[in-house]
């Protein structure tokens, strides 16, 4: 396997880190849409389970694993400028400081919970995707994609919710947006599967990579080894 970054993968992987930032501050509001209770993360969250799922299958495990330590590093970074931003003194005639706060003065909780959510739910993703494509020789790309994608977002689910809101939200509330967000980020797979289908199609053609990880690693800390 080629170690070259190609274009398609670079362009994914800054998308990637686009959607996981952008999912962990929509994480602070919490929704209600028909009687439904979610975190506005769900807008953007499952697209990174979708790009996890095209670079898995186009380039591999291991190039899952380096975008997927990208994705932690710029959401940890981000983080960090934030609660620096928190820290500064407000300018006397700005207004909006209650509100700046409480998005940002949560993100640290919700930044532990989302990275070990995302960290374990990811490298799941990417692991059940990889070996049903050596053990179906590539075949039935779509039952790979729905099967990893609801391993790794109940995986994601179960973690980041007790982690992010005990304390904050009721128990039987809580327990039920864990069965709601996990079965919607499947459901959202499942909608846009024909769309998945399409590009991973395009991006192997135009690519030249559709890798089988047949004597991979699948240790999360083998980062160097792309």
Not at 38 to 43: D, E, W
Request: aromatic share 12%.
């Amino acid at each position: 396997m080629q170690k070259t970054i190609t274009v398609p993968f670079m362009l994914l992987g800054i998308l990637f880190n686009v959607c996981l930032v952008a999912s962990n501050l929509l994480e602070s509001k919490v929704i209600q849409v028909w009687g439904v209770t979610a975190t506005a993360g769900l807008l953007v969250f499952p697209v990174s389970y979708i790009i996890n799922d095209c670079i898995a299958e186009v380039w591999g495990y291991k190039k899952a694993r380096l975008i997927i330590w990208s994705g932690f590093a710029s959401n940890f970074l981000v983080i960090g400028f934030s609660q620096l931003a928190v820290l500064l003194p407000a300018a006397p005639f700005w207004e909006g400081e209650e509100g700046f706060n409480f998005v940002f003065n949560m993100a640290p909780r919700i930044a532990v919970a989302s990275l070990i959510a995302f960290l374990a739910g990811s490298f799941l993703n990417a692991y059940v995707m990889s070996k049903m494509k050596v053990a179906s020789g590539g075949k039935h790309f779509s039952l790979r994609a729905i099967a990893s994608t609801l391993a790794g977002e109940s995986v994601d689910s179960l973690i980041f919710f007790p982690v992010a809101f005990i304390g904050l939200i009721p128990p039987e509330e809580l327990l039920l947006m864990i069965g709601t967000q996990a079965v919607l980020k499947s459901l959202y797979e499942v909608l846009i599967l024909p769309v998945t289908i399409r590009v991973v199609k395009h991006i192997k053609k135009i690519d030249g990579n559709d890798v089988y990880d047949m004597d991979t690693s699948y240790n999360p800390l083998r980062v160097r080894d792309i």
